[in-house]
């Protein structure tokens, strides 16, 4: 069974820094692509990053660019979203979400429950 | 950059078809992946590459593309039906990114 379980989230201040990380299960790690996508409270889906299998590809939003690094382990099976220069509005459930290939461009077919980023003062 | 226009809500009575709607420029194009999302859920992808069902997905979701605007279709809607629905597109006419409809809220009458 896909297992995707997202950690690291919390409250943290304007300018502040958090790390997300994402365990992945259940299937051959190393052969997909992975994304993050975050959703703000009560809003729609937003993409945030995208890294191929081998972390070749490597693509953000322009929202989160130069601020944001998306990486991954594939020994530990662990995908990661480093955030610095954290604003009020990076403020949301942040998901990950397996693609369906080792190519950003493959739909996401497996998504994690999501983990609560709070930046406020 | 790229912009998909859905619309915020379709109602529909139980048993009828609902058909949301997705537009972009020349979206018959790309290949369009559509997700559910009930409350306080992670979304389920339905669709994707315009018409195609992962498994486990009943065949009551369907999907087309062509020109301007790409369509999930659900036949014979049922109560649990009800939830968000987002249209998704990989974009790399000026950089390469995913693009995100704003989401329709299906209710079920």
């Known amino acids: 069974e896909v297992q995707l379980v997202e950690s690291g989230g919390g409250l943290v201040k304007p300018g502040g820094s958090l790390r997300l990380s994402c365990a992945a299960s259940?299937?051959?790690?190393?052969?997909?692509?992975m994304n993050w996508v975050r959703q703000a409270p009560g809003k729609g889906l937003e993409w945030v990053s995208s890294i191929s299998s081998s972390s070749s590809y490597i693509y953000y939003a322009d929202s989160v660019k130069g601020r944001f690094t998306i990486s991954r382990d594939n020994a530990k099976n662990s995908l990661y979203l480093q955030m610095n220069s954290l604003r009020a509005e990076d403020t949301a459930v942040y998901y990950c979400a397996r693609g369906q290939s080792l190519v950003v461009v493959a739909a996401t077919d497996y998504w994690g429950q999501g983990t609560l980023v709070t930046v406020s003062s | 950059s790229y912009v998909l226009t859905q619309p915020p809500s379709v109602s529909v009575a139980p048993g009828q078809t609902a058909r949301i709607t997705c537009g972009g420029n020349?979206?018959?194009?790309?290949?369009v992946h559509w997700y559910q999302q009930k409350p306080g859920q992670a979304p389920v992808l339905v669709v994707y590459?315009?018409?195609d069902r992962p498994s486990g997905i009943p065949e009551r979701f369907s999907g087309s593309n062509s020109g301007n605007t790409a369509t999930l279709t659900i036949s014979r809607v049922e109560a649990g039906d009800e939830a968000d629905y987002y249209c998704q597109v990989w974009d790399s006419s000026s950089d390469h990114y995913w693009v995100f409809g704003g989401g329709t809220k299906l209710t079920v009458l």
């Open positions: 020349n979206i018959g194009s790309k290949s």
């Open positions: 590459d315009d018409s």
């Open positions: 259940g299937f051959t790690f190393s052969s997909y692509s």
